[in-house]
């Protein structure tokens, strides 16, 4: 498969920062419909996928080539990218926004690398050539419609509500009922709360977009990965929706428009890793699958 397309780097530049807050490499899975950024960590408690249509593109062209002994095209070509190698391209994406007018990305199964062209003002054209693995494609295995409590919210207003979270704290809890939606930090059993600080905010039903609560429930998970989702949802100016249920079972976090899908499935904390303060949030029960 051959790919080249032509972006706009504010968003895209975005959706590469926030696959890097969970892997130290991700899946770059070009297919004819649009292209897919997949990582999960090591722990496999934390699943990104990004998935940009073929529209957000000013030019997109996903190409088949045919291998020897192959009666069938195969238009997929999934392969794997360490997010070290990426970054420097997207380094500041506020500064590459005003300086580079435009970026291509294609691809070389031949040759296995991946090229990123950034064509910027005064005809300056920056070009990394990055070597790429094949793999098996990456898909998580997740029902939303099937948690019994789903919450929809501006990207601004969970910004707001994250920012006070200072950037130390690894874990917090939600906690919803159909009166209230409280985010609290989450603070192990041995804490020395004389030396902690402690954060909790409440939401009214109203404040949200949509509120269905089926179930009162407490989760607790990682922080970081939702961020790195928030920034993202914000440069696309789109809500995010919640899909959770019980303690111990995953949590989505999710954004959705016509260009562009991206959905954060991340491992909750179990009641008995609770008692036990553990400081690793478990994956129960596994979310994906490859």
């Known amino acids: 498969c051959i790919v080249q397309c032509f972006l706009s780097l504010a968003v895209f530049g975005r959706a590469i920062h926030a696959i890097a807050r969970i892997s130290d490499e991700f899946w770059f899975d070009p297919i004819e419909k649009g292209l897919a950024l997949r990582s999960v960590n090591s722990s496999r408690s934390a699943y990104a996928c990004v998935f940009f249509s073929s529209m957000f593109f000013q030019h997109y062209c996903c190409t088949a080539v045919s291998q020897p002994c192959q009666k069938e095209k195969q238009l997929s070509l999934p392969c794997k990218l360490i997010i070290k190698s990426v970054l420097p391209v997207f380094r500041c994406v506020n500064v590459l926004e005003r300086n580079v007018e435009k970026c291509s990305i294609s691809t070389s199964p031949s040759e296995h690398h991946i090229t990123f062209q950034l064509l910027c003002r005064h005809g300056v054209v920056k070009t990394y050539n990055l070597t790429f693995q094949e793999c098996d ?154």
């Open 137 to 290: 494609p990456l898909q998580a295995v997740f029902a939303k419609h099937m948690c019994p409590n789903v919450l929809k919210v501006h990207s601004r207003l969970l910004a707001d509500v994250m920012i006070h979270f200072p950037t130390s704290q690894e874990e917090i809890t939600l906690s919803v009922t159909p009166m209230k939606v409280c985010f609290k930090s989450y603070t192990e059993e041995d804490t020395d709360f004389s030396r902690t600080m402690l954060t909790e905010i409440q939401l009214s039903p109203e404040e949200f977009d949509y509120f269905q609560v089926g179930v009162d429930s407490e989760v607790t998970f990682c922080l970081k990965e939702l961020r790195g989702l928030l920034a993202l949802s914000e440069a696309a100016s789109v809500p995010v929706s919640v899909h959770f249920d019980r303690c111990g079972r995953p949590i989505a976090f999710s954004i959705e428009d016509l260009l562009l899908e991206a959905s954060f499935i991340l491992a909750t904390l179990c009641e008995a890793e609770k008692e036990a303060a553990s400081p690793e949030p478990a994956c129960c029960p596994q979310p994906w699958d490859r």
